[in-house]
């Protein structure tokens, strides 16, 4: 009887700390704000207020924002904090290429329903990815490209392999967590974390254009995981250089990132195929 009680006094004490290293890995990934701060219109621009159900059910929102002269659409995959009212700026500057943008919001963030996880992340982008395609009547290959910054570019990659696309452009995005943990938390063994958001992994296996941009002051993901996913990209590829820390670095930092996106977007949206 000792023994039975010695053993479910251990198994009790092993499975509260995998839940607390489960709660640990959550808090590390995810910082949700359901705070709308802004509208687009505060912007100047026109949006439609879009509600659209994932893959299991989960209720999300986002912005359609058109362009009248629209080359394509960007679909905005935003980082681990915040929600969609802070990313207005991004939506602002890419219309004025000619861009419809769509920006939502990941489960648990802003307006949308449900808690973020890995897997549920890559069902929103993909239920996102959808409301694009509704866009152009059910379109097969809609005109897309996929922006993802941090966080949002390793689901980018992912949605890139399930979705057809036209390109793919990362912004200060880390190789894959267990690559982030070995910096952030060298004690901790690769092998208890659960999440893996493995980018460089993927980029071998997708053939479109990619830029690649990071910066070498990054604060948070260092710039040599930027190079990784850049290096496992194919050709056709850039790399973007960029400063400042995690959260100020951007194409407003600079003109080369910018002058990219440009180029890119022309490139990929030729007015023939328009």
Known sequence: MIILRKIGSIAAVLAGAWLCLRWFEWKSLYY????????????????????FVAEDGTRLHGWWIPHPEARGTVIHLHGNAGNIS???????????????????????????????????????????????????DDAEYPPVILHGQSLGGAVAAQLALDK???????????????????????????VLIRSRFDTASKMPKLKIPVIVA????????????????????????????????????????????????EKFAVAVFPPENR
């Open 164 to 190: 057809p696309c036209r390109g793919l452009i990362i912004e200060s995005s880390f190789s894959s967590v267990p690559d982030m943990a070995r910096v952030m938390y060298p004690a901790l063994p690769a």
């Open 214 to 261: 990071h910066s070498r002051t990054d604060d948070l993901v260092p710039y040599e995981q930027g190079r990784k996913i850049f290096e496992a990209a194919n050709e056709p590829k850039t790399f973007c250089e960029l400063s400042g820390g995690h959260n100020e670095a951007g194409w407003h930092t600079g003109g080369e990132y910018w002058s990219a996106i």
């Open 32 to 51: 949700p704000d359901r705070k709308m701060d802004e509208l687009p219109s505060d912007a100047g621009l026109e949006y439609e207020e879009v509600w």
């Open 86 to 136: 802070s990313r207005i700026w991004i939506a602002a500057d890419l219309n004025r290429l000619k861009l419809n943008v769509f920006l939502f919001d990941w489960r648990g963030y802003g307006l949308s329903r449900g808690l973020p996880r890995e897997k549920g992340l890559y069902r929103d982008a993909r239920a996102a990815y959808e409301v694009v395609r509704a866009k152009y």
